[in-house]
């Protein structure tokens, strides 16, 4: 009785031990994951100031750019397909498919902000502008905390997929359900970089 008490005992303790190792395994992986959304969150902000300067951007140079309306307007329509590719990645960061709408919708912003500044050039009255100069700074910053804010956030799903991809991890990540989480890339080499907003 006594030896089947020990080896019951060592059986109770062995199941303990690997209870606490697994439980260790899935709280990393819970803390990784809420480490990338995080992350996340601090570009949304960052994306989000911008789509509110857009708006903006837009109204200043419409007294200008009279002839321009397409161009205005493909602008509005990019930030607001961009917006709404945010908000469904945001709501879930660790979703690919939303982190790929976003990344292919912010692609269609840059270049429509691009076509803008292009045209902007042509116009000296609107480069003269105060609230253009301005409004034109602050993308240009924010661009600038939107690179910083997403080279954070690949970073964080880097740790998070590599330690979701190595052994013994693997073994139970896609147990607990947790996916590969998708980085916030730029496909089309020519999108990669940031709008040029600058009116010297």
Do not use: C
Request: glycine content about 4%; proline content about 3%.
């Amino acid at each position: 009785m006594t030896a089947s008490l020990i080896v019951l005992g060592v059986l109770l303790a062995l199941a303990l031990v690997i209870g606490l190792w697994i439980a260790g395994i899935y709280n990393r992986l819970v803390g990784l994951r809420n480490r990338f959304k995080n992350a996340f969150a601090q570009i949304d902000v960052q994306l989000k100031r911008r789509y509110d300067l857009i708006p903006n951007l837009v109204e200043v140079a419409k007294g200008y750019l009279k002839h321009e309306r397409e161009t205005l307007e493909n602008v509005i329509k990019a930030r607001n397909i961009a917006y709404a590719a945010s908000q469904s990645a945001a709501a879930n960061p660790a979703d690919a498919n939303a982190m790929k709408s976003l990344v292919t919708a912010e692609s269609g912003l840059a270049g429509a902000l691009s076509r803008l500044m292009v045209v902007s050039e042509q116009y000296p009255d609107l480069k003269a502008n105060q609230n253009m100069a301005q409004l034109t700074e602050e993308l240009t910053s924010t661009e600038n905390k939107i690179a910083f804010a997403r080279q954070a956030y690949n970073d964080s799903v880097m740790t998070y997929n590599t330690a979701r991809e190595t052994f013994p991890t693997v073994v139970f990540a896609g147990m607990f359900g947790f996916t590969a989480a998708e980085l916030f890339k730029i496909e089309d080499p020519s999108e990669r970089n940031a709008p040029k907003v600058s009116f010297s």
